[in-house]
Nanobody, 124 residues
């Protein structure tokens, strides 16, 4: 089992930045890819970004490419999502995800573990 806890959400003005963190605990000795999804009110959960165990491979949704950056620190069992140039349409609950395999699988929605999410609100 892998437990995921997100933090770093909050209220920010359009054009601002936030950095989300996802701390993993439990079965962290196994290689696992990590990623972020988001769900806005009344909408389906959507893929945002994913990163491989080594950090050498990343994937991004087109909507966030160039604005968001995913990274990880395996020594701290933590993944990050740096979000810049935020827009009101980025408002959503952001969920951390882990997969005991490749990052591409996260992009395809094949998730082994989910966090409970952290709320990001971008005001106009």
């Amino acid at each position: 089992q892998v437990q995921l806890v997100e933090s770093g959400g909050g209220l920010v003005q359009a054009g601002g930045s936030l950095r989300l963190s996802c701390a993993a605990s439990g079965r962290t000795f196994s290689p696992y890819a990590m990623g972020w999804f988001r769900q806005a009110p009344g909408k389906e959960r959507e893929f945002v970004a994913a990163i491989s165990w080594s950090g050498g491979t990343t994937y991004y949704a087109d909507l966030v490419k160039g604005r968001f950056t995913i990274s990880r620190d395996n020594a701290k069992n933590t993944a990050y999502l740096q979000m810049n140039s935020l827009k009101p349409e980025d408002t959503a609950r952001y969920y951390c995800a882990a997969r005991l395999s490749d990052a591409q699988g996260i992009m395809m929605g094949n998730i082994d573990y989910w966090g409970l999410g952290t709320l990001v609100t971008v005001s106009s």
